[in-house]
């Protein structure tokens, strides 16, 4: 029989750090949930009871301790750090996305900067606070940004692509860091 | 140029893409008829002026809007999700 050896997305690539920005991987389990037609209210009733984290709003993410609920687009949300409970496929398509995507976590005060340089959106206080998430371009790449802290952001792509990702943001790393050396000097 | 997707907000039009006319939406009987069939299908209005068109956030959200826009002014005028279109043109029968 065939040994198949389990690799996370970006094993082997991360962490990297640069200039007091550190990237790292999210190993954690990861689930699509679509609620049925009209069934918002009950899956948001079932999150809660099963998972303790309420169903986010557009463009909000939630959080009860280790298990979160990002919003991910229309009619769909993903379930982080647990695995989900079997109430969620009465009013749900419900769907192991675990291994599909590449989640990683950038810590930094020139995190900001660094994305700024991948995607189209507006990364500012106003436009995405703390809890805030998006859909969006990230270098081409159809992927999700998500403020989870002051200076820390979640970037999740498709796995297929995890290698480009990780050399697109070490390359606007560096050269953040190259422009902040270049102004100190 | 930006498109302000009921869902997202204001978008770069990277993130979308354009699907053709609305016109689409409006989807004959299936035993309507090669004429009506051919007219859905193939012919088109193409004003210089305010046009009706389906996009994709593709690239976003995934909801597919009606993005009014003008086609001499490059002006985006408003966005809607096509589901709701939809039903309203069911509703209106």
């Known amino acids: 029989m065939v040994k198949l050896i389990a690799k996370s997305a970006a094993e082997g690539l991360l962490p990297v750090e640069v200039a007091g920005v550190r990237v790292e991987e999210i190993v954690a389990p990861l689930a699509s949930l679509s609620p049925f037609q009209g069934q918002d209210a009950a899956l948001g009733k079932a ?14 993410i939630t959080q009860a301790g280790e298990v979160s609920c990002h919003w991910f687009g ?7 750090g647990a695995a989900p409970d079997a109430s969620l496929a009465k009013v749900a398509a419900v769907t ?8 990683v976590r950038m810590t930094g005060e020139a995190a900001r900067d660094v994305l700024a340089r991948l995607t189209p959106i507006d990364l500012r206080d106003a436009a995405l606070p703390v809890g805030a998430t998006a859909r969006t371009d990230i270098q081409h790449m159809s992927g999700a940004l998500t403020r989870v802290g002051e200076d820390v952001w979640e970037v999740m792509v498709f796995r297929s692509v995890a290698r480009t990702l990780v050399h697109d943001l070490t390359t606007s790393l560096e050269t953040v860091a190259g422009i902040a050396e270049m102004r100190s000097a | 140029m930006k498109i302000s997707c009921p869902i997202c907000g204001d978008r770069d039009i990277r993130e979308f893409t354009c699907m053709g ?10 035993h309507a008829g090669a004429k009506v069939w051919n007219e859905y299908l ?3 209005e193409n004003p210089a002026g305010v046009i009706d068109e389906l996009w994709w956030h593709g690239q976003g959200c995934g909801a597919w809007l009606v993005v009014t826009r003008n086609t001499v002014t ?6 809607r999700l096509a589901r ?4 309203e043109m ?4």
């Open chain 2, 90 to 93: 069911r509703d209106a029968g």
């Open chain 1, 96 to 103: 192991d996305q675990s291994d599909a995507w590449c989640r």
């Open chain 1, 74 to 80: 229309l009619n769909h949300v993903m379930l982080m």
């Open chain 2, 84 to 87: 709701d279109v939809k039903k």
């Open chain 2, 21 to 30: 006319h609305a016109s689409m939406l409006n989807r004959p009987d299936p």
């Open chain 1, 47 to 60: 999150l809660k009871k099963a998972h303790g984290v309420v169903l986010p709003k557009a463009g909000q």
């Open chain 2, 42 to 44: 193939h012919n088109r």
């Open chain 2, 74 to 79: 490059h002006e985006i005028l408003g966005a």
